[in-house]
């Protein structure tokens, strides 16, 4: 919708950040260390793709996401 009406709104359109930056920041963890910089890196790729969708920039299947099966996948999931 950003995309579509870039500056034609007379208001600033946003979505629910909550489960959108955590879903796949927090299967890619899973609670271990070892994780913990590829969840990291999840939470930044995440924000990222958020930012693009508020500014009307995202384009599908550019940030890995988590899939219906719980899997990280590209553009399979959820969001």
């Given at each position: 919708?950003?995309?579509l009406f870039k500056g034609k709104l007379p208001w600033h359109l946003s979505?629910?950040?909550g489960k959108a930056l955590q879903k796949t920041c927090i299967v890619t963890w899973l609670g271990l260390d070892a994780n913990k910089a590829a969840a990291q890196k999840a939470l930044k790729n995440r924000s990222?793709?958020?930012y693009d969708a508020v500014?009307?920039?995202y384009k599908?299947?550019?940030c890995a996401?988590?899939?219906?099966d719980g899997n990280v996948q590209q553009a399979?999931?959820?969001y």
């Open positions: 919708m950003n995309k979505f629910s950040y990222q793709a958020n500014m009307g920039t599908p299947g550019t996401s988590v899939g219906t399979a999931g959820p």
